[in-house]
């Protein structure tokens, strides 16, 4: 893991070392970090993750079904190659992702491919919080739900990704409450 970095330290950076840092904070979310690096200075891991909060509920619809699918299918075809980023294979690895057996791993391909077609973006889940079998079911369950509300929950599940994420990145994080989500 890198080394963590001070509040204090993130309030100085500039632009790009902002984004540098905190780019996959949203998976592949360059153009997030740019947007919430504009919010400093942050007075608290909690401010730093409502910016980013905040910001993802201002997008519409398609931009935040954007935001889930830059997410990729978990123990899907870039898991296998290794084409992860660095967050989601030590976030599948908890979950048991990485070590699932021919049965699970058929049955979870299945559904991403099913969810995947159904609403046309990946199911995503907070793997942090969960294991193989608390996913294999939220599949499941999940691919019941409406467009709108699957949406809507897939966001919210990237917020507490980004949670984790960001305790990952910050020391001394003085976060007083998880994400009400």
């Not at 608290?44 to 931009?63: E, K, R, T, V, Y």
Request: glycine share 4%.
């Amino acid at each position: 893991m890198a080394e963590r970095l001070s509040l204090e330290a993130v309030n100085q950076q500039g632009y790009e070392e902002f984004i540098q840092n905190f780019t996959n904070i949203v998976e592949h979310g360059m153009l997030i970090a740019g947007a919430v690096w504009s919010y400093r200075p942050f007075r608290n891991l909690d401010h730093l993750h409502q910016c980013f909060c905040d910001f993802m509920d201002s997008l519409p619809a398609a931009g935040k079904q954007s935001i889930l699918r830059c997410h990729p299918n978990l123990a899907g075809k870039l898991a296998r190659r290794g084409q992860l980023t660095s967050e989601s294979e030590q976030e599948q690895a908890s979950a048991g992702l990485s070590s699932l057996t021919e049965e699970q791993f058929s049955q979870i391909n299945k559904n991403n491919a099913t969810y995947r077609e159904k609403f046309s973006f990946p199911f995503v889940i907070c793997a942090r919080e969960n294991k193989v079998a608390s996913i294999l079911q939220g599949l499941e369950t999940r691919i019941q739900n409406s467009e709108e509300l699957e949406l809507q929950t897939g966001v919210e599940e990237v917020k507490k990704i980004v949670y984790y994420r960001l305790l990952d990145k910050i020391q001394d994080a003085s976060s007083t409450n998880h994400p009400k989500l």
